[in-house]
């Protein structure tokens, strides 16, 4: 029976509860909470619970139950997944990746550091310097560009590269008083989705040829 209860689990997380969780992300594909800058699309709700999956489920369980939603989301919202297999990765298990590696960057520091950086070096050339011209694309002003870049994954190098998240988000969020647990959850998920957003952005303006001043508004239109 023990084996049994054991096989019935993925790291530590209940099967059962990892696909009822990834149903509950499918079917949030349906609510749009943004519309994408330029139109054509919308940001779904299932972004926020699939950021959410790590912290009920674990970061294994919870990227599991991430990317079985983003698959259910693909197949009955496809407003929010116009790249289809590859919105599975950007809209779906994104999300889940970013908030458990700064949620538990006490012990994984070595892996999300560099990660910012590469986010943070991705979103400042891609696309409008690499590949730039060659592909259609204008060069952006600056530097206007490179601070509006640089919201979304300076202030997460910081804090990840510092006993900010290093140390104190992990260790609230996982105390046991009420107030610092809570404060310690919602930092941590506001980094994580803040270094989410180049990743799954930038390929959308790569693949339907964003002209600068579009870029320059979706970089202020998802600050909130």
């Not at 992300?25 to 749009?32: I, K, N, S, Y």
């Not at 299932?46 to 990227?63: D, E, H, I, Y």
């Not at 986010?119 to 730039?132: A, E, K, R, S």
């Amino acid at each position: 029976m023990k084996e049994t209860r054991a096989g019935m689990r993925i790291a530590g997380a209940s099967i059962a509860w990892i696909v009822l969780y990834g149903a509950l992300c499918g079917v949030t594909a349906l609510v749009p909470i943004f519309p994408y800058v330029g139109g054509g699309g919308y940001v779904p709700l299932q972004n926020v619970f699939s950021a959410m999956a790590p912290l009920l489920l674990g970061p294994l369980g919870g990227f599991v139950a991430a990317v079985l939603g983003g698959l259910i989301g693909m197949f009955i919202a496809p407003a929010a997944f116009p790249l289809q297999l590859v919105d599975v990765i950007l809209t779906g298990a994104l999300p889940a990746l970013f908030v458990a590696l700064v949620i538990h960057n006490d012990r994984w520091w070595k892996y999300s550091v560099p990660l910012a950086v590469l986010v943070g070096i991705f979103g400042t050339l891609f696309p409008f310097y690499v590949p730039g011209p060659a592909a259609g694309f204008s060069y952006p002003p600056q530097p206007t560009q490179f601070l509006l870049a640089g919201y979304y994954w300076i202030i997460p190098l910081i804090v990840l590269a510092t006993p900010l998240g290093r140390r104190l988000f992990p260790t609230w969020a996982r105390s046991s008083d009420r107030r610092l647990r809570y404060l310690g959850i919602f930092f941590s998920y506001y980094v994580g989705m803040l270094l989410w957003f180049l990743p799954w952005s930038l390929p959308y303006w790569y693949v339907f040829k964003y002209e600068v001043a579009l870029g320059i508004a979706t970089y202020i239109g998802y600050t909130w």
